[in-house]
């Protein structure tokens, strides 16, 4: 049996591929480096938004790892749509960066890179670039009115949790409202503590964790998905339990400093190993196992 091997790209021809890029790069540098600058010294300083640059970073990796696509894409590109999305994207930019609304201005990054595949190399190349186009959503600022529509009931639960559950363990403890009191301490479960930011960020990383690990069973994928915010409002809720007790147990100076800011980091990093263990799990079932051999042969 005899192949056929395409001959190698040449130096030069590598070079004169990626020069077509150039000036791409350097007008979406032009655009959003601005952006990220002002999101770094403003936004992302938030506790609600600190992982916006982990997002940006992955992203940047993500869009890396798949560098070899621009270049050998065979597809026909479709420059008409491609330009259309372009200058829906560059619309939706030029509005949010003259009228300071942050989502348009980095929700646009989706219909420009959308638009300039499209136009440069095709829609089988935008297919490849599914999952870090829709990455970027983890970086938009919630709208205000969603915000408050989802910390106040999510405030609730966490505080009726964590009082039942402290309650039944044995502990003088009552709620009022989102107001804990523990002994001789009154705690407030603030906006921060409601664990909306740790679901964005549980969710980004869990999805990033499952696109990585490319199962091709698809159960075994929703499955880890519709883990993630149950595992990240378990965590917060464990966070706030926790924090009670280090306050009743050694003060209110305790569960306010250095505890307070590296529970929430290290929970986080709890409930990605549960995603991890979960994983596992599955992985040892026999059907997924089946399905998953089924998948490759």
């Known amino acids: 049996m005899s192949s056929v091997l395409a001959p190698p790209h040449s130096s030069r021809g590598l070079a004169t591929d990626w020069m077509c890029w150039l000036p791409i790069g350097i007008g979406l540098a032009a655009l959003y480096v601005p952006t990220f600058v002002g999101l770094a010294h403003g936004l992302w300083t938030q506790d609600e938004y600190m992982h916006g640059p982990i997002v940006l970073a992955v992203l940047v990796w993500l869009i890396w790892q ?122 407030l479960v603030a906006d921060a503590c409601s664990g909306l930011h740790s679901l964005i960020s549980m969710s980004a990383m869990g999805l990033l964790y499952i696109y990585l690990m490319g199962h091709r069973n698809l159960a075994r994928n929703a499955i880890l998905a519709s883990t993630l915010l149950p595992i990240a409002f378990a965590a917060n809720v464990v966070r706030v339990i926790a924090l009670v007790l280090v306050t009743y147990y050694f003060g209110d100076q305790a569960g306010q400093g250095f505890i307070h800011d590296f529970s929430g980091i290290f929970l986080f990093v709890v409930g990605l190993l549960l995603l991890f263990g979960i994983d596992g799990l599955l992985g040892r079932l026999r059907p997924f196992q089946a399905k998953m051999k089924e998948g490759r042969a």
């Open 66 to 187: 798949k560098r070899v696509v621009l270049l050998m894409a065979d597809d026909r590109p479709w420059m008409l749509w491609g330009v259309t999305c372009f200058l829906l994207g560059l619309l939706v930019y030029v509005v949010g960066r003259s009228q300071d609304i942050i989502m348009f201005e980095v929700g646009s990054l989706i219909p420009v890179l959308a638009g300039v595949l499209l136009a440069m190399r095709g829609p089988a190349t935008v297919r490849q670039f599914i999952f870090p186009l829709f990455f970027i959503a983890f970086m938009l600022p919630l709208p205000g009115f969603l915000v408050d529509a989802l910390t106040a009931p999510l405030k609730q639960h966490v505080s009726a949790l964590a009082e039942s559950f402290l309650y039944q363990a044995g502990y003088p403890i009552a709620r009022s409202g989102v107001v804990l009191l523990v002994g001789p301490y009154q705690l």
